[in-house]
Nanobody, 124 residues
Framework: QVQLVESGGGLVQAGGSLRLSCKVS????????LGWFRQAPGKEREFVAA????????DYADSVKGRFMVSRDGAKNTLYLQMNSLKPEDTAVYSC?????????????????WGQGTQVTVSS
């Protein structure tokens, strides 16, 4: 079993930055593809970013490319999401997730373990 706990959400003005963290425990950190998803009120959960175990070729949603950066620290068993140039449309609950797939996956149904989520609110 894998446990994921997010932190770092909050309220920020448009144009500002936040860094989300996701502490992973329970199984070998390096086995999993780790991803970030978000869900705004009344909308479906959507892919934000994901990174492979060897930290190569992370994948991003088009809406966040050039503004967000995903990274992982094996020594700390932690996944990060650096969010810059935030926009009001980035407002959502952000969740981290772990996948046992061998290749990159961006669908929520391909992720096996989920954190509880952290709220990010961007004011205009």
């Amino acid at each position: 079993q894998v446990q994921l706990v997010e932190s770092g959400g909050g309220l920020v003005q448009a144009g500002g930055s936040l860094r989300l963290s996701c502490k992973v425990s329970g199984r070998t950190f390096s086995w999993y593809i780790l991803g970030w998803f978000r869900q705004a009120p009344g909308k479906e959960r959507e892919f934000v970013a994901a990174i492979r175990p060897r930290r190569i070729n992370p994948d991003y949603a088009d809406s966040v490319k050039g503004r967000f950066m995903v990274s992982r620290d094996g020594a700390k068993n932690t996944l990060y999401l650096q969010m810059n140039s935030l926009k009001p449309e980035d407002t959502a609950v952000y969740s981290c997730a772990a996948s046992r797939h061998d290749s990159m996956v961006i669908s929520p149904r391909d992720y096996d373990y989920w954190g509880q989520g952290t709220q990010v609110t961007v004011s205009s």
